[in-house]
């Protein structure tokens, strides 16, 4: 039978329309939820207000993840970017990262273009000013027009909007990103609800015109020749062949000496930013402050767009007065006659502390009420991205009163993301890393189909079709392991040649090819060459091969680590468990315990404050089946 509903009614809300809040709309509309995607301007659909890129390390391994999930993000930038690279080529595979340059309003438009053409998906510009909770539950939204729109949950993805200021010199002003309307009263409203609050600060930097750049003298940095993409989905034979380079300059001492006079200018260290920026993108004054020995900071001059001659100057963040970034940008190498077409700026924004979510990223106050992106305390798309298809899942599966699902840190950077923002919470913009997962050897970039399109099928965010071709991919990368097992390798004069070629041993007898693989400098590629036996014949197989082979032992040490982890993981905390009334734990531990309330042993670990014996005494007593739960 089918739902009817009126006009205003929807199985799911989703408000904000940047990365996070498009893959939350279009995961719930595509697992068959009427979905409706409020946003404060249509001009601003998956906008990219700073570094029109996607990836990076890590970065580029959630947007293959929310590839498998069955997300847009990978496709999105597989149809828009104009350079495309494979990062840290020469390190191993747990770090290596794809990343690519954007064309800016082709990657808006697109994104746009794909939520319009989705069915149960309705795209509408309103601001909302609250939410309608009921006895704790959340019902639906009000707009700043009086509209009242209802749902059987929500799900807020405000960005940098909420309560939004922008800083420049010492001009400040109320605004969303890129001039655009700031959300004021939907924070209001969140503090009336019990939320707390917290102001982050994030930065851009200027634009200049790229027919005024002199490239002579800087570095050029092209694409990669070979094909590489996001999306698991797209073909080689799409790659972008003629893609549009990017370019590095450096600052110098007079870059470093305009900024240091005009310290007493800068918003960063005059008081007027109240908000804590990102660590692991400064603005360019505090680098200069920070790092005040370095003679010079890379500088990256990147394309905007096809049709357009913006550059964006990467990594020279900075809210200085717009006269001084004019004299910083003509310091530098290349920009000396440089027109800055936009100046760059400091915005400030609320977020919610992120410890007040569960894994599924509903917040525990407030039922059917989810909130993704920047708003829980993250910087970057990815990150948004990421949280977002989570989030949207997540609302779908309570809109259909099914269980949530959830990531784990072995399973995700997604995953890891998560968890460390539910569990330890964020003083500061989060920004992921490789280095804050445990488990990176088995979170790679190549593998994040393998891990996830499982997911993606059960879910109905994966076709039949597209999960056909998955377990072909398995079925081949299965048989090749096989046919490395079965076929030798022997000591012929070829095979000598080609050991000492790249300076390995000689063969004293015979071995598997499995072994031979196992040597440096050794490819799935040589052993079909010097036996005449195809392994694989395509090349995502034989990658997945070689990693498989070459890293048994890493990855089976980190299987292992993984098992204790689930174990753990297993042993669920009581929901509504009166910590004060358990004998012998720390007094720290049971502040932290009643302030995030851990969903499991393993969670409780995590988090920082806590102790071997907190965990004992918490584990016994929870054995015991006596524990008394808070009174509501």
């Known amino acids: 039978m089918l739902k009817t509903y009126s006009s205003n009614e929807y199985d799911v809300i989703v408000v904000g329309a940047g990365h996070a809040g498009s893959e939350a709309a279009l995961a719930s509309a595509r697992m068959g939820q009427k979905t409706l995607l409020l946003t404060i301007s249509l001009d601003m659909v998956a906008f990219m207000p700073c570094n029109p890129s996607v990836g990076g390390p890590a970065k580029g391994t959630v947007v293959r993840e929310i590839d498998a999930l069955g997300g847009q993000m990978g496709k ?44 149960n998906l309705t ?115 799409d790659y972008l062949k003629e893609q549009l380079s990017c370019w590095m300059t450096y600052t110098n001492e007079r870059t470093h000496q305009i900024i240091r006079d005009n310290l007493d200018r800068a918003p960063m260290y005059t008081g007027v930013i109240e908000g804590v920026g990102p660590r692991y993108c400064p603005s360019i004054e505090t680098k200069i402050v920070r790092f005040a020995d370095k003679p010079r900071h890379q500088i990256f001059l990147e394309p905007e767009g096809k049709n357009t001659d913006e550059y964006y100057v990467g990594d020279f963040s900075t809210s200085m007065p717009e006269e001084v970034q ?86 995700a950077y997604i995953g890891v993301l998560i968890d460390d923002l539910v569990t330890k919470g964020t003083n500061e913009p989060y920004r992921l890393l ?53 076929v030798k390798i022997h000591p012929t004069d070829e095979v000598q040649a080609f050991l000492e070629s790249i300076n390995q041993s000689p063969l004293t007898a015979g071995l598997r090819a499995s072994a031979f693989l196992r040597r440096p400098g050794v490819t799935v590629e040589a052993i079909e060459k010097l ?71 393993a969670q409780a670990e995590r988090i920082s404050g806590v102790n071997p014996a907190d965990i004992a005494i918490l584990t016994v007593y929870i054995q015991q089946g006596k524990y008394s739960k808070i009174e509501k």
């Open 76 to 119: 999105n930038i597989d149809a828009t970017y104009i350079q495309m690279r494979m990062l840290n080529t020469g390190k191993g595979p747990a770090v290596r990262a794809l990343r690519a340059q954007a064309d800016k309003v082709q990657y808006h438009e697109t994104m746009k273009q794909t939520i319009e053409d989705t069915p």
């Open 123 to 237: 795209l509408r510009q309103a601001t909302v000013d609250e939410l309608i909770v009921e006895d704790g539950v959340c019902h639906g939204v009000i707009t700043n027009t009086g509209a009242k729109y209802l749902a059987k949950s929500v799900v807020l993805t405000t960005g940098t909007s909420a309560r939004g200021r922008i800083i420049i010199g010492e001009l400040t002003y109320s605004s969303g990103p890129n001039n655009t309307i700031a959300a004021i009263k939907l924070s209001e409203n969140l503090e009336k609800l019990g939320f707390k609050l917290r102001r982050f600060k994030t930065g851009t930097p200027p634009r200049v015109n790229g027919n005024t750049i002199d490239f002579s003298k800087t570095e050029e940095e092209p694409g990669d020749s070979e094909p590489r993409h996001f999306s698991f989905e797209t073909k080689d034979e």
């Open 326 to 411: 004019q004299d910083m940008v003509h310091s530098i190498a290349g920009l000396e006659n440089a027109e800055m077409m936009r100046p760059g700026y400091a915005i400030e924004y609320d977020v919610i502390e992120p410890w007040q979510l569960k894994h599924t990223l509903e917040t525990k106050n407030i039922k059917n009420l989810f909130t993704a992106g920047q708003m829980n305390g993250t910087s970057g798309y990815e990150e948004a991205g990421g949280q977002g298809i989570i989030a949207g899942i997540n609302a779908a599966l309570r809109a259909q009163g099914k269980p949530g699902f959830t990531l784990g840190r072995d399973e």
């Open 434 to 486: 490789t280095s804050r997962a445990e488990y990176r050897l088995l979170l790679r970039n190549d593998n994040a189909d393998l891990r996830l399109t499982e997911y993606g099928h059960e879910l109905g965010l994966i076709s039949d079709e597209r999960y056909q071709r998955f377990e072909a991919k398995k079925a081949a990368i299965k048989a090749a392991l096989v046919k490395l097992y079965d």
């Open 531 to 601: 036996t005449g036996e195809e392994i694989a014949s395509d090349r995502y197989v034989r990658e997945q091969v070689q990693i498989d082979v070459k890293y048994a032992g890493y990855i089976k040490k980190q299987e292992l680590q993984v098992e204790k982890l689930r174990r753990l993981e297993s042993k669920k905390i009581p929901e509504g468990i009166d910590y004060s009334k358990i004998d012998g734990l720390a007094t720290e531990a049971r502040q932290k315990f009643e302030k995030i309330r851990p969903e499991s042993i």
